[in-house]
């Protein structure tokens, strides 16, 4: 099945198992949150939302964001020693636990992928957009494809991967 389809299954997670629920989702195609180009980023991010549900997140509503998809881009300064300048292309998972409240309860899986800057990179404006539910995915789905921050890296390895859970 490809990109929009409309039959899939359901599977379940918890929030803390993300990290490695993700990684076995790529796996399962033969690919690693290492060596995804960007395309393939957002192509099993958005699978991945779309198929596997976090069981302990609030549950999704008009004004909740229980579990959402954030994708960013866009160039960063350096601040050393801390990390140095790039362009960076990221796609993040939000959650938001059933349990604690305010930022005690969010929690982001983040796949950023960054490369070394070039003229060409720092001429795409920096932005972000949010996808807080299932039926807003074709449309987050169809802007994160044909956005000129996917254009200026497809088919690119990034020269530094970043990949992990953290709460926010």
């Known amino acids: 099945m490809g990109r929009g389809?409309?039959?899939?299954?359901?599977?379940?997670?918890?929030?803390?198992?993300?990290?490695?629920?993700?990684?076995q989702f790529l796996a399962d195609t033969g690919k690693t949150p290492e060596f995804l180009l960007p395309e393939e980023l957002l192509e099993a991010g958005i699978?991945?939302?779309?198929?596997?549900?976090?069981?302990?997140?609030?549950?999704?509503?008009?004004?909740s964001f229980g579990d959402a998809l954030l994708f960013q881009w866009g160039t960063r300064d350096a601040l050393p020693p801390h990390y140095g300048a790039c362009y960076y292309f990221d796609l993040t998972r939000q959650f938001i636990s059933?349990?604690?409240?305010?930022?005690?309860?969010?929690?982001?899986?983040?796949?950023?992928?960054?490369?070394?800057?070039?003229?060409?990179?720092?001429?795409?404006?920096?932005?972000?957009?949010?996808?807080?539910?299932?039926?807003?995915?074709?449309?987050?789905?169809?802007?994160?494809?044909?956005?000129p921050a996917l254009l200026a890296v497809a088919g690119q390895r990034a020269s530094k991967v970043e990949f992990y859970l953290t709460a926010v």
């Open 5 to 23: 389809s409309s039959f899939h299954s359901l599977a379940l997670m918890l929030i803390a198992h993300s990290e490695s629920a993700f990684r």
């Open 47 to 63: 699978s991945f939302f779309r198929t596997v549900r976090a069981t302990d997140a609030l549950l999704v509503g008009d004004d």
């Open 98 to 147: 059933q349990q604690g409240e305010d930022d005690d309860a969010m929690f982001q899986l983040t796949c950023q992928l960054q490369y070394e800057l070039s003229p060409r990179l720092r001429a795409v404006e920096t932005g972000n957009r949010w996808c807080s539910n299932l039926q807003a995915l074709p449309e987050f789905e169809a802007f994160a494809f044909g956005h």
